[in-house]
T-cell receptor, first 114, second 114 residues
Framework: DTAVSQTPKYLVTQMGNDKSIKCEQNLGHDTMYWYKQDSKKFLKIMFSYNNKELIINETVPNRFSPKSPDKAHLNLHINSLELGDSAVYFCASSQATSGVDTQYFGPGTRLTVL | DAKTTQPTSMDCAEGRAANLPCNHSTISGNEYVYWYRQIHSQGPQYIIHGLKNNETNEMASLIITEDRKSSTLILPHATLRDTAVYYC???????????????FGKGTKLSVKP
């Protein structure tokens, strides 16, 4: 069974469109994350949710809106897509125990904006 | 910004030990050293972490210097499948708050050659 899954794996769309990426984890973790990896391969945190509450919201345009319907899901909705949004988006989850945790990453969603 | 310094790239012969260094001279007393890797086109994968003592698991060993200003990840018998970018990350304990996000640097691209 896949621990952290994302859909779709590939997403090609036009500028100005609105799209969503879904993430699900079956590990029973309390915390979920979204990371963005750009064309230069830099991997950066975007959002973090702990028990369905937003914990981290890095400097991300408000066109990006995460939604966590329950602890097992963290979806990412992007409005008015721009060329610069093209990247690979990774979802991750973790469960901290005594301050230590391991983040499990999904396979990534490659978003291409034309 | 990442709080670690790693060589940009390294080569290793298949079957030999791969020793990946990391400098973290500004590490604080309660910060952990984590190692993740990213195989091409996949999500990052946790390898190992440590605080003060050396650690070993089924994937690798982590050697942390006594002053904690540097560490070495050791893959004892590297295989072609170990070719990946390896990230050394210094991180505060995660208690479900904003400390949870991983700050990825550029990492070391390890190429294991036949």
């Amino acid at each position: 069974d896949t621990a952290v899954s994302q859909t779709p794996k590939y997403l090609v769309t036009q500028m100005g469109n609105d799209k969503s990426i879904k993430c699900e984890q079956n590990l029973g973790h309390d915390t979920m994350y979204w990371y963005k990896q750009d064309s230069k391969k830099f991997l950066k945190i975007m959002f973090s949710y702990n028990n369905k509450e937003l914990i981290i919201n890095e400097t991300v345009p408000n066109r990006f809106s995460p939604k966590s319907p329950d602890k097992a899901h963290l979806n990412l909705h992007i409005n008015s897509l721009e060329l610069g949004d093209s990247a690979v988006y990774f979802c991750a989850s973790s469960q901290a125990t005594s301050g230590v945790d391991t983040q499990y990453f999904g396979p990534g969603t490659r978003l291409t904006v034309l | 910004d990442a709080k670690t310094t790693q060589p940009t790239s390294m080569d290793c012969a298949e079957g030999r030990a791969a020793n990946l260094p990391c400098n973290h001279s500004t590490i604080s007393g309660n910060e952990y050293v984590y190692w993740y890797r990213q195989i091409h086109s996949q999500g990052p994968q946790y390898i190992i972490h440590g605080l003060k003592n050396n650690e070993t698991n089924e994937m690798a060993s982590l050697i942390i210097t006594e002053d904690r200003k540097s560490s070495t990840l050791i893959l004892p018998h590297a295989t072609l499948r170990d070719t990946a970018v390896y990230y050394c990350i210094v991180r505060s304990p995660n208690y479900g708050g904003s400390q949870g996000n991983l700050i990825f640097g550029k990492g070391t691209k390890l190429s294991v050659k036949p």
